[in-house]
């Protein structure tokens, strides 16, 4: 076989890539474009911001939660039904978004949307690696691309709707894109109901797991209350019994608690984890201050916040090269860095006029910063792992990873609130370049865990 034939491709590659794409793409702008209305939600449905956070928060902790069932869900209904099933769940939730009318119901309707998108990501890779087989990574390669437009378009879709129209638009304009992936779904995707492999289910771990970080989560919003101390507790009771039930079940368990007993698992982990919610818990902070603290537009706001995807586009394609060149480590710590100095640049900003031209270096420095620290420790988790254990492996770090943004978010939407109601705040500070220094705190940790990496990493067989 010649070297053009073997480098070519089935066009039924690439309709399925489109359609794994289309459904990665649409959860991730959906996972920012919120976050640019957080103000006029809060104001429309009469809510507190660290409640009206949840909209963004209860969504990502639903994408979180149902990672677990993905594998299983696959080999008990097979890939193309569960796609078509999230797919139009995912469609119908936003419809329900667009009606709600109060921030309870449209939380409500938030998390059984990120329930639906939360398998939408992992289902993407799975359709392409089985479509492409060994041309994996080279259709990977071009569908990263489209992907990583997510932080880019979200405050942008978000600012140009939010000037011409309400905030339910933000929702309603999902519709006809959910229905043609649907239409496209049934046309492309092969039927593989033939490879079913039904297996058992963690479910005491599952059942265990999820209320357990919903309450802990729902406690440290209204830690000052007698009813939030009380979820707190409650949540942090499931999470123990959950540890003790997960040591015991080893490769049955919801996640092996076994793997962190390897070191380099165990840092990438942390950095996975930090990585994830220092990006959110930012995507929450910057257009809240560049509305309230500094007057701009939603539309405004939106191109604002441009750099700031347009940073980690860059930085993405050039991770190769450099983990080559300076090993991961290395990168990882470097991007840390930058992201650091970047954040510490709009703790600068949060006491002076609006300044595009320090803002908008400001952003895309963290943006490739971000960019390039998440990678590095994800391929140094994946290779110090055996073969046989990469799935599980798999589950426990995109959890992980996925935990980290409503974990983060939520804890500086408090620090935020509570600053905002103090007068005056600490040492002179306001209560922007508070938060913004704790965000740059919780870098600077990212920064330290990620220098535990190894400098270089080898896969495992």
Known sequence: MSAAQRDHLDPLVWKITTVAVLGSLLAQIDATIVNVSLSNLAQDLHATLPAIQWVTSGYLLALTLVLPLNGWLIDRIGGKALYLWCFSLFTLSSLLCSLAWSADALIGFRLLQGASGGLLAPMAQLMMKRAAGNQFT?????????????????????????????????????????????????????????????RELDWLGLVLLSPGLALILFGAERVRQHVGIVAMVAGIVLLVFFLRVEARKAE????????????????????????????????????????????????????????????????????????????GRAVATGGALLSL??????AWLASRPLQ??????????????????????????YASVEQRNLPMATTTLNILQRLGGPTLTTLCALVLAELLGAHPTLDGLNAWEVTFLLLAMLHALMAVTAVRLPGHVSGRG
């Open 138 to 198: 080279r259709v990977a390669g071009y569908a990263t691309v489209p992907i990583l437009l997510g932080p880019l378009l979200g405050p942008v879709i978000a600012g140009v709707i939010l000037r011409h129209a309400s905030w339910r638009w933000l929702f309603l304009v999902n519709l006809p894109v959910g229905v043609l992936a649907l239409v496209l779904s049934m046309l492309f995707l092969p039927d593989d109901r033939e490879d079913l492999r039904p």
């Open 356 to 381: 595009v031209a320090t803002l908008v270096p400001a952003l895309f420095v963290r943006g490739a910063g971000l960019g390039a620290t998440a990678l590095p420790a994800m391929s140094a988790a």
């Open 341 to 346: 100095a970047a954040t510490l640049m709009l």
């Open 252 to 327: 049955r368990a919801l996640i092996d608690l076994s793997q962190f007993h390897n070191h380099t698992f165990a840092v990438a982990a942390a950095v996975q984890f930090l990585s994830n919610g220092v990006m959110f818990a930012g995507q929450m902070l910057i257009p809240l201050f560049l509305i309230q603290a500094w007057g701009r537009s939603p539309v405004e706001m939106g191109w604002l916040l441009a750099p700031l995807g347009l940073g980690m586009m860059i930085a993405f394609p050039l991770l190769g090269f450099l983990t080559g060149r300076f090993g």
